[in-house]
Structures are given as structure tokens and as C-alpha cells.
């Protein structure tokens, strides 16, 4: 490993026609790959900071993460907690950094490509990408940053024996059912996520839940005080019941229009050692999140340790047109830090521009620029010559 602070060299990555399989796999596409100047794996502050800075060089990004919304680690882990280390912004919390990146790369309105994580990246014609993910979206793109921060992070699953053939249809994650009005609604999990869910379904209005059951191993949650406040009214209202326990199995009833059955209750083992049967409708998983690699280890790039080796000039990821910011990265001196992605994710930009361009890129200040002006929206355009 090289002991300078210089950039890092990088072995050549060995694509293959036949990458071996992944897990995830691409669904199916039936559609043209989207055309795309750069794509961004990876929506975290880095991520979105990668937005902007490639939308002050001119280029269009398109964003794919594996959460329903952005902010990765900062949304799903620290949303409430304090962040004292971004320059000029003495504290925020995780949620209100990303609110702020958010309104930060507004101008440059990037393509979000949500719930979806990239399965296939293989090189395409002319030097550019292809790219596939879980959902079915393909990409032919000119340039790729990998902003993937310590993996994708995907819901931790229930591991009982035949749950998934109800996923997206009774049972869910993430994403919320359709409709849960007049259904009774099981909601699994001990932290704030859990509380909201089971909180939102008891108070939908005309929407409103039959019935909520709040499930957890035991009776005490990590919620925010108001939160807290609000599930106790509820519980008192009977408007919400908790219910103490571990799942242990399934129950379904036969349905002539669905092969696997339709869930018709849980089987629960509470602190007792006795088994309870809980009927539902629908059931929200809210086990928390894992973060995982998955299939960038099988893409052929310089690895180390589960991160990708960078120059530290362009921070390329060892094939041109191709670049790795922020925690997913690793280079001499490297420090997992917000901030410091920041600093990559800019020079990154400009590699990115003058690989797409073909030439030298020249630097221009937001404080004087009419063109970076014109890119961010602050001035109007500038009236053609006559």
C-alpha cells in the first residue's frame, strides 16, 4: 500500500462480457436505457453534495439509492442527532442537513431514482456505462460516481419461514401500503420509525386503521419524547394496543385468486412463554436498517478492505469516466468524514467534466462567475449576441 499522500495506484479492473451473478438482481426492463451525462449511486450528503458540484460544471446527474428518500446515513441514523463539523454551520442535525443539500442542488433538478438499488455496472459502447438496477431502470451513461457510503442500506427482514411471498402485497418495509383504512394493521418494531408508522395509522383521518397493534419484544420504545407522549395517549384512547413478544410463525387462509393464501395472523410467543395469535391485515416491518456492499464488490474494481482504491487527484476508481467519493472510498490519509467527501465529491466534478469534455476544465468562483450564476439560477440568462 502506498505510504505517500499523493494519489494511490489503482490495478485495472477486469470487466467481464459475463459478470458473475448478483444479489440483487436487474428486473427485467422492457424500455431504452435512460441517456445520462453522470449518474450518482449513493444519495447521502456526499451524494447530494456530488449533485451540486457537477451541476456547477454543467452536467445533468441522475441519483439512485436504495432508500425511499434521501439523506442516507444522516435520515436513517441521525436525523435527530446534532452535527457540529460542516463548515459554517455551527450545528444541525442529520435532517436538517439534508434539507439543506436538498435546497442546495434544487437548481440542477437531478433525477431521483428512489427504492432501488444499482445491481450491473459493465462498460458500454464509446467508453460509457451501462448500468441496471433492482427496479428495472437502465442507464447508458457517460460518466458513474460511486457515493455509496458504507453499502446500501436495506431493511433488516423478518426471518420466518415464508413471509416473503406477502412482501408488497400484506407485508412491508419501507414503502407504505396502498390503503389501510378500515384494516387491521400489526406494526413491528421498538425505535421512533416503528412508533411514527403505528401513530400515522391510528390517526389517518377517514384512513384511518381498523385497528393499530404496536409489536415489539417488550413494552418500551426509543422515541422522541413527543412521540412517546402521543403512543400513551393513543394506548389510553385504545386507539393503539401494544403488545409484548416474539413472532414464531405465520397463518394464512386459503384464497381461490392467490396461490401462496392470503397472512391471516401472526403467531406470537410473549415474555410469558405463552403463544398469542395476532389477526392482521397488513403488517409494517420497522426492524431497522444494515447497510451492505452487496454486488459493488463483484463489479471488478481495486479493493481494499471493502473500498475502492482512488487517485486522489480525480478520484478515479481505476476506469476513466469512473469516480468514488466519500466513506466508500480509501486512499492514503484517508478520514471518514462528511466534509472531507465534500472535497472529493468537487474534484471529482471537474475530472468528470473534462473527461466528458474532452479538455481542460477552468476554474471558475460562484462569487463572479455569470455562467455558474446562470447554472444556479441567481441571474437570469444571458441575452444572446446579436
Same mark, same amino acid.
Not at 444519495?43 to 425511499?68: E, R, S, Y
Not at 456492499?293 to 463489479?299: K, R
Not at 474534484?347 to 455562467?371: C, D, K, W
Given at each position: 500500500?502506498?505510504?505517500?499522500?499523493? @494519489?494511490?495506484? !489503482?490495478?485495472?479492473?477486469?470487466w =467481464?462480457?459475463?459478470? %458473475?451473478? *448478483?444479489? $440483487?438482481? +436487474?428486473a427485467?426492463?422492457?424500455?431504452?436505457?435512460?441517456?445520462?451525462?453522470?449518474v450518482?449511486?449513493?444519495?447521502?450528503?456526499?451524494?447530494?453534495?456530488?449533485?451540486?458540484?457537477?451541476?456547477?460544471?454543467?452536467?445533468?446527474?441522475?441519483?439512485?439509492?436504495?432508500?425511499?428518500?434521501?439523506?442516507?446515513q444522516c435520515?436513517?441514523?441521525?436525523?435527530?442527532?446534532?452535527?457540529?463539523?460542516?463548515?459554517?454551520?455551527?450545528?444541525?442535525?442529520?435532517?436538517?442537513?439534508?434539507?439543506?443539500?436538498?435546497?442546495?442542488? @434544487?437548481?440542477? !433538478?437531478?433525477?431521483?431514482?428512489? =427504492?432501488?438499488?444499482? %445491481?450491473? *455496472?459493465? $462498460?458500454? +459502447?464509446?467508453?460509457?456505462?451501462?448500468?441496471?438496477?433492482?427496479?428495472?431502470?437502465?442507464?447508458?451513461?457517460?460518466?458513474?460516481v460511486?457515493?455509496?457510503?458504507v453499502?446500501?442500506?436495506?431493511?433488516?427482514?423478518?426471518?420466518?419461514?415464508?413471509i416473503?411471498?406477502?412482501?408488497?402485497?400484506?407485508?412491508?418495509?419501507?414503502?407504505e401500503?396502498a390503503?389501510?383504512?378500515?384494516?387491521?394493521?400489526?406494526?413491528?418494531?421498538?425505535?421512533?420509525t416503528?412508533v411514527?408508522?403505528?401513530?400515522?395509522?391510528a390517526?389517518a383521518?377517514?384512513? !384511518?386503521?381498523?385497528?393499530?397493534m404496536l409489536?415489539?419484544?417488550?413494552?418500551?420504545?426509543?422515541?422522541?419524547?413527543?412521540?412517546?407522549?402521543?403512543?400513551?395517549?393513543?394506548r389510553?384512547?385504545?386507539?393503539?394496543?401494544v403488545?409484548?413478544?416474539?413472532?414464531t410463525?405465520?397463518?394464512?387462509?386459503?384464497?381461490?385468486?392467490?396461490?401462496?393464501?392470503l397472512?391471516?395472523?401472526?403467531?406470537?410467543?410473549?415474555?410469558q412463554?405463552?403463544?398469542?395469535?395476532?389477526?392482521?391485515?397488513t403488517?409494517?416491518?420497522?426492524?431497522?436498517?444494515?447497510?451492505r456492499?452487496?454486488?459493488?464488490?463483484?463489479?471488478g474494481?481495486?479493493?481494499?478492505?471493502?473500498?475502492?482504491?482512488?487517485?486522489?487527484?480525480?478520484?478515479?476508481?481505476g476506469?476513466?469516466?469512473?469516480?468514488?467519493?466519500?466513506?466508500?472510498?480509501?486512499?492514503?490519509?484517508?478520514?471518514?468524514?462528511?466534509?472531507?467527501g465534500?472535497h472529493?465529491?468537487t474534484?471529482?466534478?471537474?475530472?468528470?467534466?473534462?473527461?466528458?469534455?474532452?479538455?481542460?476544465?477552468?476554474?471558475?468562483?460562484?462569487?463572479?462567475?455569470?455562467?455558474l450564476?446562470?447554472?444556479l439560477?441567481?441571474?437570469?440568462?444571458?441575452?444572446?449576441?446579436?
Open positions: 500500500m502506498p505510504t505517500s499522500g499523493t @494519489a494511490s495506484p !489503482a490495478r485495472s479492473p477486469t =467481464s462480457a459475463d459478470p %458473475a451473478p *448478483l444479489n $440483487p438482481v +436487474p427485467p426492463s422492457s424500455t431504452a436505457p435512460i441517456a445520462a451525462d453522470a450518482v449511486i449513493g444519495a447521502g450528503p456526499v451524494g447530494l453534495f456530488q449533485v451540486f458540484q457537477l451541476g456547477l460544471q454543467g452536467i445533468k446527474a441522475h441519483v439512485i439509492d436504495a432508500l425511499p428518500h434521501v439523506g442516507g435520515a436513517e441514523l441521525y436525523a435527530d442527532k446534532p452535527i457540529y463539523d460542516i463548515p459554517g454551520v455551527p450545528v444541525c442535525t442529520g435532517r436538517e442537513l439534508v434539507a439543506l443539500l436538498s435546497r442546495q442542488i @434544487a437548481p440542477f !433538478a437531478p433525477r431521483l431514482h428512489l =427504492s432501488q438499488q444499482v %445491481a450491473t *455496472l459493465q $462498460p458500454g +459502447p464509446d467508453g460509457q456505462f451501462l448500468l441496471a438496477t433492482t427496479a428495472g431502470t437502465t442507464f447508458l451513461a457517460r460518466t458513474v460511486i457515493a455509496a457510503g453499502g446500501a442500506f436495506v431493511p433488516r427482514t423478518l426471518k420466518i419461514e415464508g416473503e411471498r406477502f412482501l408488497g402485497t400484506q407485508v412491508f418495509h419501507h414503502e401500503p390503503d389501510t383504512a378500515g384494516r387491521h394493521v400489526v406494526v413491528h418494531g421498538g425505535e421512533d416503528a411514527a408508522r403505528a401513530i400515522a395509522s390517526e383521518g377517514p384512513q !384511518a386503521a381498523a385497528s393499530v409489536l415489539h419484544r417488550r413494552d418500551a420504545f426509543q422515541a422522541a419524547p413527543e412521540a412517546l407522549a402521543r403512543l400513551r395517549a393513543l389510553e384512547s385504545g386507539r393503539i394496543q403488545v409484548a413478544g416474539q413472532i410463525g405465520l397463518e394464512t387462509a386459503a384464497q381461490p385468486s392467490l396461490p401462496g393464501g397472512l391471516a395472523a401472526l403467531k406470537v410467543l410473549d415474555p412463554g405463552t403463544e398469542q395469535r395476532l389477526p392482521l391485515d403488517l409494517l416491518l420497522c426492524l431497522g436498517i444494515s447497510p456492499l452487496g454486488p459493488i464488490a463483484d463489479w474494481l481495486a479493493m481494499e478492505r471493502k473500498q475502492l482504491a482512488v487517485d486522489t487527484a480525480t478520484f478515479s476508481a476506469v476513466p469516466g469512473l469516480y468514488a467519493v466519500g466513506d466508500i472510498n480509501t486512499y492514503p490519509g484517508k478520514r471518514k468524514l462528511i466534509l472531507c465534500f472529493e465529491a474534484l471529482a466534478a471537474f475530472a468528470a467534466a473534462e473527461h466528458i469534455s474532452g479538455a481542460p476544465v477552468a476554474l471558475q468562483y460562484t462569487t463572479t462567475s455569470t455562467r450564476h446562470e447554472r439560477g441567481v441571474t437570469p440568462p444571458s441575452a444572446p449576441a446579436r
